[in-house]
T-cell receptor, first 115, second 112 residues
Framework: NAGVTQTPKFQVLKTGQSMTLQCAQDMNHEYMSWYRQDPGMGLRLIHYSVGAGITDQGEVPNGYNVSRSTTEDFPLRLLSAAPSQTSVYFC??????????????FGPGTRLTVL | KQEVTQIPAALSVPEGENLVLNCSFTDSAIYNLQWFRQDPGKGLTSLLLIQSSQREQTSGRLNASLDKSSGRSTLYIAASQPGDSATYLCAVRTGANSKLTFGKGITLSVRP
């Protein structure tokens, strides 16, 4: 299994540009989520999904969109990039949405800089 | 609102020392608690997951304990090695399908 994969690893955008961060998992996990990690702020949840066709907002959803058309893929779209969105983005997945024995698996991250 | 605290933010120890990393949380009604390791520039790797009904979990030189009533968890690392140098994060989940709330992590440096 490849686990959780994310592309690209690095990205530089100009203010106002849009882009999609890709996330895929091959473990047949139902639960997928996007976090951003900023110095001094820790990991914060952006959006999450408990299954194909179902998404919901996390703590910091503004400026981001998600969709879940398949179990495997959970892309994160930046609609109009702003410097405040400069961060490291992590995708994560787990089986069955975090039941008592479910382990959360993380991708390697995408480092995004918005100029 | 659940809050997770990890103190201190950084720790430096000599190789071979046994050490304890602390994690505290404000809402004791948790579903499970996970400890993660993060190496610089990398993603998070799960180390141990403790269910709400468990008191501890062990994996190799690592032992994690959970005391829900006091809102605390500890990660014990035996015979520390330079390769253990990393940031260690704990995260709690307060219910099935609920989000993980993370602490800000403890950056551990093990000196040769």
């Amino acid at each position: 299994n490849a686990g959780v994969t994310q592309t690209p690893k690095f990205q530089v955008l100009k203010t106002g540009q849009s882009m999609t961060l890709q996330c895929a998992q091959d473990m047949n996990h139902e639960y997928m989520s996007w976090y951003r990690q900023d110095p001094g702020m820790g990991l914060r949840l952006i959006h999450y999904s408990v299954g194909a066709g179902i998404t919901d907002q996390g703590e910091v959803p503004n400026g981001y969109n998600v969709s879940r058309s398949t179990t495997e893929d959970f892309p994160l779209r930046l609609l109009s990039a702003a410097p405040s969105q400069t961060s490291v983005y992590f995708c994560a997945s787990s089986y069955r949405g975090g039941g008592g024995t479910d382990t959360q698996y993380f991708g390697p991250g995408t480092r995004l800089t918005v100029l | 609102k659940q809050e997770v605290t990890q103190i201190p933010a950084a720790l430096s120890v000599p190789e071979g020392e046994n050490l304890v990393l602390n994690c505290s949380f404000t809402d004791s009604a948790i579903y499970n608690l996970q400890w993660f390791r993060q190496d610089p520039g990398k993603g998070l790797t799960s180390l141990l997951l403790i269910q709400s009904s468990q008191r501890e979990q062990t994996s190799g030189r690592l032992n994690a304990s959970l005391d829900k009533s006091s809102g605390r968890s500890t990660l014990y690392i035996a015979a520390s090695q330079p390769g253990d140098s990393a940031t260690y994060l704990c995260a709690v989940r307060t219910g099935a399908n609920s989000k993980l709330t993370f602490g800000k992590g403890i950056t551990l440096s093990v000196r040769p």
